[in-house]
Structure formats: C-alpha cells, structure tokens
C-alpha cells in the first residue's frame, strides 16, 4: 500500500507541495495528501496536517539546498505537532534540495521521482 506522503514545499508557516508535485509522488509510488495537483502550493494549518497524520514527509522548500532544508526541519522540532506525526516518530522524514529536484519543472523531475521512490523503497525495508 502507498505510503500516505506530505510534501512541504515551506516549512514556516508550512506550505503543502501543488503544481506537478503530487503526480510526482505517485509516480514515485507514494499517494499524496493535502496537494494540489496543478494548483499554487497553499498554506496549512498544523492542525490539518496533525489531522492527516502522513505516514511519510519530503521536506523541499522552495529555493532552498539540503543544508538549508535540514536546518528547517530542525526548527521543526520546536513544534509539537510535528513530534506527534506517525512520519516524524516512525523516521519516514526525507530532506531533498528543493531548489535543484522540485521546484522547478524540468528534465530533472526524473531523477526527483527516482530519488522519492528509492526512498520509498529503503523506508519499507526499514519498517519492515
């Protein structure tokens, strides 16, 4: 069964992934929630997103490397609602350069789909 998968596109205030982005966690084998597919990203509330309880979160703001990425979701600890998410406790957070794998549509959205499914595959033998 997919995994239940957020994308967070900004981490504060969070914003969930729209545009090409949920096609491309199905591609990846993931089933999105709370996208947009084909929509501008919108902003959540964290009482949705701890209502949803996502079962696996890419964090990929937009315009930021992996470095910057991993300091907002280290910031994200500060919120209690993140620590309570199955996807936070079970480890099933990925941290991707938003600004080189998602946020901008292009031949490179490949190798995105290729990085979130290998992911995929990894976090399953991992739970398992």
């Not at 996208?35 to 209502?51: F, V």
């Not at 919120?79 to 901008?104: C, H, P, Q």
């Not at 789909?113 to 399953?124: G, P």
Request: proline share 8%.
């Amino acid at each position: 069964m997919p995994l239940r998968t957020l994308v967070l596109e900004w981490t504060d205030p969070p914003m969930s992934a729209g545009h090409w982005i949920p096609e491309l966690i199905e591609l990846a084998g993931g089933r999105p929630i709370l996208a947009h597919p084909g929509e501008n990203s919108q902003r959540l509330d964290w009482s949705a997103i701890a209502a949803a309880d996502p079962e696996a979160i890419v964090v990929a703001p937009c315009g930021f490397d992996l470095a910057a990425t991993n300091r907002a979701i280290a910031l994200l600890g500060s919120v209690k609602e993140w620590k309570a998410l199955t996807a936070f406790r079970s480890g099933r957070v990925l941290a991707i350069d938003g600004n080189a794998y998602m946020s901008r549509p292009g031949p490179r959205l490949v190798d995105s789909a290729e990085i979130v499914a290998q992911w995929y595959t990894t976090v399953a033998e991992y739970a398992g």
